[in-house]
């Protein structure tokens, strides 16, 4: 039972084009979204977090959540080839474990931006 | 400001074999996690802390340990290493509500 969903791809987009990227996870009462990229070999590096429903806008990324539909999304405007990436999506506060301390990642999308 | 530094950064274990994975963070973060990565695939946890002397299972504890009992460090114990364990190894800390900061991580073959 995986708490936190997200489609693996990979995800192909030609430069310049907005990409898409989803996530849902099952606890309602999680608290806080985060989107990572991580590149191959390297460790996650924080994208953006998200605390409340809405957009939050940073650049060329966007992170939207929807809480009631469990539903948390990262848009990536005017892709370029070093966004060539996996994201992570990650979820914590979620009712896993002994606290709401956790955080529990998907198993990331891989994205490839085409020049 | 070092950050989360993990040690070593690979290892080659026989089977049967223990060892320990060091962590340790100078941001005084309560919150500190192990995942493990598989190729191809998203992070596993494997046990966090959120705070000193206390720690809780994640999604895939088996065949781990770990102990907390600084808020700076926290180690990750394989006892009877076994292939399904080769895998990259990440610690994390955080404090609540804030991003997480990842360590280097650690490459382990099992063999």
């Known amino acids: 039972q995986k708490e936190v969903e997200q489609n693996s791809g990979p995800l192909s987009v030609p430069e310049g084009a907005i990409a898409s990227l989803n996530c849902t996870y099952s606890?309602?009462?999680?608290?806080?979204f985060f989107w990572y990229r991580q590149y191959s070999g390297k460790s996650p590096e924080l994208i953006m977090f998200?605390?409340?429903?809405g957009d939050k806008e940073d650049g060329r990324f966007t992170a939207q959540l929807n809480k009631a539909s469990q539903y948390v999304s990262l848009l990536i405007r005017d892709s370029q080839p070093s966004d060539s990436a996996t994201y992570l999506c990650?979820?914590?506060?979620?009712?896993?474990?002994?606290?709401?301390?956790?955080?529990?990642f998907g198993k990331g999308t891989k994205l490839s931006v085409k020049p | 400001n070092a950050g989360v530094t993990q040690t070593p950064k690979f290892r080659i274990l026989k089977i049967g074999q223990s060892m320990t994975l060091q962590c340790t963070q100078d941001m005084n973060h309560n919150y500190m996690y192990w995942y493990r990565q598989d190729p191809g695939m998203g992070l596993k946890l494997i046990y966090y802390?959120?705070?000193?002397?206390?720690?809780d299972k994640g999604e895939v504890p088996n065949g781990y340990n770990v102990s907390r009992s600084t808020t700076e460090d926290f180690p990750l114990r394989l006892e009877l290493a076994a292939p399904s364990q080769t895998s990259v190894y990440f610690c994390a800390s955080r404090s609540l509500n804030t991003e997480a900061f990842f360590g280097q991580g650690t490459r382990l073959t099992v063999v």
């Open positions: 802390s959120v705070g000193a002397g206390i720690t």
């Open positions: 990650a979820v914590s506060g979620m009712n896993y474990g002994g606290s709401q301390g956790n955080l529990i």
């Open positions: 998200i605390y409340s429903n």
């Open positions: 606890d309602r009462g999680s608290q806080s």
